[in-house]
């Protein structure tokens, strides 16, 4: 059977016809309890096909596995499903290639961070490629979740705070994953997860509750899912989350009404790991088949690893509680991706139909990718680039220098530690005998307090012309289920700087990181600072470039960094308050007089004891370039509702360096139905500068860029006045007025 690419399973089209016809002959054949095999995904561990497992693909009871990677095996079982079962339907075999299967990219934070679509589209397409050629079909990505608390360790799978950059790139990941056509060799099906709102779970902690008002679900945490599902996402996957008490596993509301008909999603939806036997330990359904009632009545088509609709779903029907039909729709789905996928055709595969694994253009692209996700948030008096010429000797210095297994970050189940090149190797290969180095890791892992090593590590520094450290977060202090309430510098690294400060050495700080970390005053002890996220297999050559300047750091934050963890939630999009904080206002704990009067000083929205502002800006990274923007202008100064604004400014690179530059355009809605953040990003483009040129830099802004839920819920845009700014981070002060009529 032909397939389709996946814009135009959406349209009438007699290929589609033929493919549901398919889907509905099938299903009118199945026993009830194939159905419900087609709705079980079944856990399997790596390397193993136990005989139990071989009967139940046998018997029709299980149609899609997890977490098996071994071709061989996955051969096998698509084998048996193909051949020995009675109606012969292939398996979907899911796995989470999260940022990369074999080749691993940057974590998906540090991909947010390059701001690029065409690399973050890229590395889902070689991750989809490497995934594929080990027989997977599925791949639990991309996460799209708004990450505003850098305390959840899930944060670092998010594409950062804001919705327009987290749908834009999720769209990217999407089309890298799934391709023109998933029957396509090589293509694989995505998946948006998790449907709704996990980022906003209780004191950054995993699984917590989350609230969030109506209206900014919808105007903030489902933007990305909308644009998933235009870009032809093949899945959803529905989240842990208890959401305003209504578990998103069993929450009807949110799938049927939300998802499925407002948001128009006609696929399959998956439920979480094991995420529907937990409806009874939120307390939200009494047993196992209460839970997998709520849950196929929310539409919920294919349970993950729990087993409450194998065990209980016949005896729902047989009790009229789900109907025969809604089952079908379900089973429906799940074939229909089947078909999509090509497997009725050909579930098998063959390796070497595909490209190697970790072939040199894949370890190339996770270079380029890694080069542009590293963030330079400090360089003071040009610290860097270094000159290997003027150098004789470098400390390197920090447990992540050599670590070519934390450097992978989190959610990697594929990669392997041998493919990884550090940043020590790295930088021994790039100055060659011309410079010494002097390697001193000094902590054993970046939660040590063993200081023992302090003191080779001072002596290192002084016997160097400069001072390179590697320092951060190991990879399992991120990720799922890795929260932390605080997010300093783990163990003795904060120590460590300060020792090695007081040498008076020049010291470069490269943080490897699955988060937004608070830095404080070692910010001080630092003269440049280059935070490189979790670089991912190729981060030492990424790395040592941007030191050495082969190239300029040009990735900027997708995400704001809070000075202490007391600011949290701290986001650029935030709304202005009736007591906004200002400079102004603003009046630091350490200036109160004593016996202050109750009503003095600013009375607006700061904390006494921190500044308002955060650490590093949402859109903030700098170049070893100066920008200029300036002359914004606009095609007219009012628009009707549905026309398009044109904006343009001119950016001038003072530097001497070619590089690249990510310029970002910002609105505000100056009076709105509900009230409006203060900045939104609508557009931002990677514009690439040669030293000392101009740019006339231009943006599209339509009405309908500007629409959002009203208090009624009504998705509109209105009239009005609004802002616009053009610049290099949130920050930017370049702006214009624009009215809608
Ligand atoms: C995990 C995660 C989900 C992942 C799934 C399968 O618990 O929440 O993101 O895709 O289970 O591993």
Redesign the pocket.
Same mark, same amino acid.
């Given at each position: 059977m032909s397939s389709m690419s996946n814009s135009q399973v959406k349209g009438n089209n007699p290929i589609l016809e033929k493919q549901q016809t398919f889907v509905s002959d099938l299903i009118a054949k199945m026993t009830l309890e194939e159905k419900i095999g087609q709705m079980s995904q079944q856990s399997s561990s790596e390397g193993s096909l136990p005989e139990h497992l071989k009967e139940a693909i046998r018997s029709g009871l299980t149609g899609s596995i997890?977490n098996q990677v071994n071709l061989e095996i996955i051969n096998e079982m698509q084998r048996i499903a193909v051949e020995e079962s009675r109606l012969k339907i292939p398996l979907l075999m899911g796995r /989470?290639v999260i940022h990369g299967f074999k080749t691993i990219f940057p974590i998906p934070l540090g991909q947010a961070s390059s701001w690029s679509e065409e690399l973050v589209s890229s590395a889902a397409r070689i991750s989809a490629l490497e995934a594929s050629s080990c027989g997977i079909n599925w791949t !639990?990505a991309p996460?799209m979740d708004i990450g505003r608390d850098p305390r959840w360790g899930r944060i670092a799978e998010t594409l950062g705070e804001d919705p327009y950059l987290c749908a834009v790139l999720a769209a990217s990941m999407i089309k890298g994953f799934q391709g023109e056509q998933l029957a396509t060799p090589g293509n694989i099906a995505a998946c948006a997860?998790?449907f709704v709102g996990y980022g906003a779970s209780e004191s950054g902690r995993d699984y917590a509750s989350v609230n969030i008002p109506e209206n900014e679900l919808r105007n903030v945490h489902l933007t990305p899912f909308k644009v998933a599902v235009e870009a032809g996402v093949a899945t959803v #996957?529905a989240s !842990?989350s208890d959401i305003n008490g209504v578990p998103a596993s069993g929450n009807e509301w949110l799938m049927k009404q939300v998802l499925r008909k407002e948001i128009g999603f006609n696929d399959l939806l998956v439920s /979480? !790991?094991d995420a529907i036997r937990q409806l009874t330990v939120h307390g939200f359904t009494a047993n196992d088949k209460e839970a997998a009632y709520q849950s196929s009545n929310a539409g919920i088509d294919m349970e #993950?690893a729990s087993t409450t609709y194998k065990e209980h779903l016949k005896d729902l029907i047989d009790e009229g509680k789900i109907k025969l039909c809604e089952i079908d729709r379900m089973v429906s789905r799940i074939i229909k991706l089947k078909v999509k996928l090509g497997l009725f055709e050909d579930p098998y595969t063959n390796p070497t139909s595909f490209p190697s694994l970790v072939n040199q253009s894949n370890l190339l692209a996770a270079k380029e990718l890694a080069l542009q996700s590293c963030v330079l948030l400090k360089n003071y008096d040009e610290a860097l680039p270094l000159n290997k010429s003027k150098l004789n000797s470098i400390a390197v210095i920090g447990p992540l220098a050599n670590d070519g297994y934390e450097q992978l970050g989190t959610w990697v189940f594929d990669g392997e530690e041998k493919h990884s090149v550090t940043c020590l190797q790295a930088i021994k290969e790039f100055v060659g005998d011309t410079v010494k180095i002097n390697y001193c890791k000094t902590l054993e892992n970046t939660r040590s307090n063993n200081q023992d090593q302090f003191t080779q590590a001072i002596e290192t520094a002084a016997s160097s012309d400069c001072v390179l450290m590697f320092l951060g977060e190991e990879s399992i202090l991120s990720g799922?289920a890795h929260c932390r309430s605080n997010i300093d510098l783990p163990g003795s690294q904060q120590q460590l700087i300060h020792a090695i400060a007081e040498t008076g050495k020049k010291i470069i700080l490269v943080v490897m990181a699955g988060r937004p970390l608070t830095l404080g005053n070692i910010l001080l002890k630092v003269d440049a600072l280059l935070y490189a996220w979790h670089p991912g297999t190729m981060g030492g050559p990424a790395i040592t470039d941007l030191l050495f300047g082969v190239k300029s750091p040009s990735g900027k934050l997708p995400v704001s960094f809070p000075r202490n963890v007391g600011q949290i939630p701290l986001y650029y999009s935030q709304k202005n308050g009736g007591r906004p904080a200002s400079e102004e206002t603003f009046v630091s704990i350490d200036a109160i007089k004593s016996r202050a009067k109750q009503t003095s000083f600013g009375m607006t929205s700061t904390h006494l004891d921190t500044h308002f502002s955060p650490q590093f800006h949402f859109g903030f990274g700098l170049s070893y370039n100066q920008f200029s923007y300036k002359n914004i202008r606009l095609d007219r100064d009012e628009i009707k509702l549905g026309e398009v604004l044109i904006i343009t400014a001119e950016l001038i690179n003072l530097g001497k360096y070619d590089c690249e530059e990510v310029a970002q355009l910002y609105i505000r809605d100056l009076v709105g139905n509900v009230t409006r953040p203060v900045k939104e990003l609508k557009g931002f483009q990677r514009v690439s500068l040669p030293a000392g040129t101009c740019k006339k830099i231009s943006f599209k802004l339509s009405s309908n860029d500007l629409a959002f839920y009203d208090r009624n819920m009504t998705f509109r845009a209105e009239s009005g006045e609004f802002y616009v700014w053009i610049g290099g981070s949130s920050e930017t002060k370049l702006k214009a007025r624009f009215k809608i009529l």
């Open positions: 997890i /989470d !639990f996460m997860k998790h #996957m !842990f /979480d !790991f #993950m799922e």
